[in-house]
């Protein structure tokens, strides 16, 4: 079967970093996105890898190793506001995307 | 700018009873999506369509449909709500045609089937 493994819950303190993992089994792969879901709002995109390596845009940066099946989404300085959902996804070989069940990350002062 | 604009944003509906959430986009995306978000779970596709007049089943099928008549509205229907069917749905949309395939969502409707 197809599987997105993300931790359930991280928390991080205001201006610190925070690295939040992804490991995915899919049936063939097309892309990995990383979506922010603040509470009771839609998902918005963030990133979208598709080779090997860090893609930084900002205090964000996604990083991909197809070999090992593995992404991590990196936020630096962290700000109140980054307190939401972050969501992994990857497009299978149909072009499908898979969803992980996403990462509650709270921020402390 | 609308984007994606879905209703009602939040419904009350009894058990046995049918429900159409509506869903229309003005940015001429050729594909849109209906999911679900339930705790703990990752989205979860319902149906899809890739363009007007075609549609496909997602992970997450049984107990709804929709039809795709146009480019821009994309409806799912409830025909006989239960209370499995409780949740927040989403409805999105992509451009097929850019490479990256990015998502556009809708603001969610919260439905809660007593």
């Known amino acids: 079967g197809q599987n997105i493994d993300q931790p359930t819950e991280m928390t991080a303190t205001e201006g610190a970093i925070v690295q939040i993992n992804c490991t995915y089994q899919?049936?063939?792969?097309?892309?990995l996105f990383w979506y922010q879901q603040h509470a009771g709002e839609a998902p918005t995109f963030l990133s979208y890898?598709?080779l090997d390596g860090l893609e930084e845009k900002g205090r964000f940066s996604s990083f991909l190793s197809r070999s090992k099946g593995y992404s991590y989404l990196l936020l630096k300085e962290l700000q109140m506001k980054d307190s939401a959902s972050y969501l992994c996804?990857?497009?299978?070989?149909?072009?499908?995307?898979?969803w992980g069940a996403g990462t509650k990350l709270i921020i402390k002062p | 700018t609308a984007g994606i604009t879905q209703a009602p944003t939040s419904q009350i509906l009894a058990a046995g009873r049918s429900m159409t959430l509506r869903c229309t986009q003005d940015m001429r995306h050729n594909a849109m999506y209906w999911y679900r978000q339930d705790l703990g779970l990752g989205l979860r596709l319902i149906h899809y369509?890739?363009?007007?007049?075609?549609?496909g089943k997602g992970e997450v099928p049984d107990g709804y449909s929709v039809s795709r008549a146009n480019t821009d509205d994309f409806p799912l229907t409830l025909a006989s709500a239960v209370p499995s069917q409780t949740s927040v749905y989403f409805c999105?949309?992509?451009?097929?045609?850019?490479?990256?395939?990015?998502?556009?969502f809708g603001e969610g409707s919260r439905l809660t089937v007593l």
């Open positions: 369509s890739n363009t007007a007049g075609t549609t």
């Open positions: 890898n598709v």
């Open positions: 999105a949309s992509s451009d097929l045609a850019v490479n990256t395939g990015e998502l556009f």
């Open positions: 996804a990857v497009f299978d070989s149909n072009y499908q995307l898979i």
């Open positions: 899919t049936s063939g792969f097309n892309g």
